[in-house]
Nanobody, 123 residues
């Protein structure tokens, strides 16, 4: 079964860090484009990062570029989103998504989505 499963969310104080995980099954992330999105309450979903094996393209949202890092573990078939210096405005449900055709980050069509993991930043 093709699926993505996120984990690692939780309640964190401002200034803290989290590492979100996105584990894939049924397909190999090394040959797919993978992205992280987030959706805050009452707001539209927004892309925060992307990595593509197809053309090596990457993307990180400008507003989080100095705090968000995406990495990939091929052995575990898992992609991670490391978030440092968390702010209350980072509160959102975070989703990972994949384009199994391994398109560039600019052209990707995400057809596989995880269920999301909640990140709440509050003191």
């Amino acid at each position: 079964q093709v699926q993505l499963i996120e984990s690692g969310g939780g309640l964190v104080q401002p200034g803290g860090s989290l590492r979100l995980s996105c584990a894939a099954s049924g397909f190999t992330l090394d040959y797919a484009t993978i992205a992280w999105f987030r959706q805050a309450p009452g707001k539209q979903r927004e892309a925060v990062s992307c990595i593509s094996s197809g053309d090596g393209s990457t993307y990180v949202r400008d507003s989080v570029k100095d705090r968000f890092t995406t990495s990939r573990d091929s052995v575990k078939n898992t992609v991670y989103l490391r978030i440092n210096s968390l702010k209350p405005e980072d509160t959102a449900v975070y989703y990972c998504a994949s384009d199994p055709d391994d398109s560039s980050c600019r052209d990707a069509k995400y057809t596989i989505w995880g269920q999301g993991t909640q990140v709440t930043v509050s003191s």
